[in-house]
């Protein structure tokens, strides 16, 4: 079992900086990939960004050239850092981590992008 928890999400302004936090426990030597999706309002969960155990990034267009990834295994943490916020960066961002046979989420934490 492994367990996540989000945070950092919060209320930004368009242009505007947040990095995003993810807890692992639990059977963390199980994991071998990590990355953060995202739902926004009436819009399907998808997948972002995500960080292999070997340091590997893979990121969504969307994006691309704003958000990185990274992870401190020392910590079992791993982040995101979203810079150059728009509003349609606004949604509910979900932890993830994949084992052999199943994925965890975390409970999610809200980013909100004023215009």
């Known amino acids: 079992q492994v367990q996540l928890v989000e945070s950092g999400g919060g209320l930004v302004q368009s242009g505007g900086s947040l990095r995003l936090s993810c807890a692992a426990s639990?059977?963390?030597?199980?994991?071998?990939?990590m990355g953060w999706y995202r739902q926004a309002p009436g819009k399907a969960r998808e997948l972002i960004t995500f960080?292999?155990?070997?340091?590997?990034?893979n990121y969504v267009d969307s994006v691309k050239g704003r958000f990185t990834i990274s992870r401190d295994n020392a910590k079992d943490m791993v982040y995101l850092q979203m810079d150059t916020l728009k509003p349609e960066d606004t949604a509910v961002y979900y932890c993830?981590?994949?084992?052999?046979?199943?994925?965890?989420w975390g409970k999610g934490t809200l980013v909100t992008v004023s215009s």
């Open positions: 993830n981590a994949e084992t052999n046979g199943r994925s965890y």
């Open positions: 639990g059977s963390i030597s199980s994991i071998y990939s």
């Open positions: 960080i292999t155990s070997g340091g590997d990034t």
